[in-house]
């Protein structure tokens, strides 16, 4: 029993300060003149049961501190499809022999993308190995040192040494 009434003295104590740190923080922080921190704090402070509440509430607080922002993103997401639906227009899909439509024009920009930054990628990896190969005028020693260090820029892994002797090794013998 003695344990079990220490346990309600300890639980009893918990609440006392857990009580105390609220009022604390809600003393320090729940004092701004718009209010809304307030509301902040005492929702962080509330059970769980009212977190979607609070959620949507923040959501629909965010929402009108935005919406002229939002308005404009709209305006000019329209007017960016707008010219865009014009210039695939203007444009001859060579597949069809028809204008292009906006989906098989922005695939179209997509894959030139990609091949363009693979071949930026394969140019900056390759250079240096172009340059030791196909430069005409240059002897087997600049040869050898651009392929090096052609070879090194790769960041290949190196190959595997040789194994380490076990063992008693000879010693040579002195005089």
């Given at each position: 029993?003695?344990?079990?009434?220490?346990?309600?003295?300890?639980?009893a104590?918990l609440?006392?300060q857990?009580d105390?740190?609220t009022?604390?923080i809600l003393?320090?922080?729940?004092?701004?003149?718009?209010?809304?921190t307030?509301?902040?704090v005492e929702?962080?402070?509330?059970p769980?049961?009212?977190?979607?509440?609070?959620?949507?509430e923040?959501d629909?607080?965010?929402n009108?501190?935005?919406?002229?922002?939002?308005t404009r993103?709209?305006e000019?997401?329209?007017?960016?499809?707008?010219e865009?639906?014009e210039f695939?227009?203007a444009?001859?899909d060579?597949?069809?022999g028809?204008?292009?439509e906006l989906a098989?024009?922005l695939?179209?920009i997509?894959?030139?993308?990609?091949?363009?930054?693979?071949?930026?990628r394969e140019?900056?990896?390759?250079?240096d190995?172009?340059?030791?190969?196909l430069?005409?005028?240059?002897?087997?020693?600049?040869?050898r040192?651009?392929?090096s260090?052609?070879?090194?820029?790769?960041?290949?892994p190196?190959?595997r040494g040789?194994?380490t002797?076990t063992g008693?090794?000879?010693?040579?013998s002195?005089?």
């Amino acid at each position: 029993e003695s344990a079990a009434l220490e346990r309600e003295r300890l639980l009893a104590r918990l609440r006392v300060q857990s009580d105390a740190m609220t009022k604390a923080i809600l003393d320090r922080y729940a004092k701004p003149t718009d209010g809304a921190t307030a509301t902040r704090v005492e929702g962080a402070l509330r059970p769980a049961a009212n977190a979607a509440a609070l959620a949507a509430e923040s959501d629909a607080e965010f929402n009108r501190a935005h919406a002229e922002r939002f308005t404009r993103l709209r305006e000019l997401g329209a007017r960016l499809q707008a010219e865009a639906l014009e210039f695939a227009r203007a444009h001859t899909d060579p597949a069809t022999g028809q204008p292009y439509e906006l989906a098989a024009l922005l695939r179209a920009i997509q894959s030139a993308n990609l091949k363009f930054d693979q071949a930026a990628r394969e140019d900056v990896t390759y250079g240096d190995y172009r340059t030791a190969m196909l430069t005409p005028g240059l002897s087997p020693e600049q040869r050898r040192l651009l392929f090096s260090a052609a070879v090194a820029g790769l960041a290949q892994p190196l190959p595997r040494g040789e194994l380490t002797p076990t063992g008693q090794s000879p010693r040579p013998s002195g005089p």
